[in-house]
């Protein structure tokens, strides 16, 4: 039977150990969101290149917040989509493109709208339980290294 003075000394080993292991849970994300960014790097959709080299590695905002940023100022319209919406020229007098090698002018242009491609959110979805369980356990034993220096 583990008297008292036992369980004082596991507790006060358990604090040492949060005391040099450092913060645990903050690696644990930290490693999460690395892996989140890989797998969104992966599935971004190719057209320029531009979604996955523009996601940039996950970045602490503050103490408590992890941040995933892209410089694809466009990359929400791939994500979620557009509706149909009307394209206008910004400084010109009319928008200009070629279809089948003609130059075509127009003051205008309907578009027919983009289907969502949720690339974030299937990366988000195949990071299983297993994959999870790996991440804390890499946390877990860089943990125990550090308390045991």
């Known amino acids: ?88 020229p910004r400084q010109a007098k009319a928008l200009r493109f070629e279809i089948d090698g003609n130059v075509i002018f127009a003051k205008s242009v309907t578009h027919k709208g983009t289907k969502p491609r949720p690339y974030f959110s299937e990366a988000i979805r195949v990071l299983d339980a297993g994959k999870i369980k790996s991440i804390i356990n890499q946390a877990l034993e860089e943990a125990i290294e550090v308390a045991k220096s």
Do not use: Q
């Open 1 to 88: 039977m583990i008297g008292e003075t036992h369980i004082e000394f596991y507790v006060k080993e358990l604090v040492k150990f949060a005391e040099k292991s450092g913060d645990f849970a903050r690696r644990c994300i930290e490693l999460l969101g690395v892996a989140l960014h890989a797998e969104a790097v992966k599935r971004a959709p190719i057209n320029t290149g531009n979604l996955r080299v523009k996601t940039l590695p996950p970045v602490w905002e503050g103490r408590d917040r992890l941040v995933i940023y892209t410089g694809a100022g466009y990359w929400r319209m791939v994500h979620f989509g557009t509706k149909p919406h009307v394209i206008r």
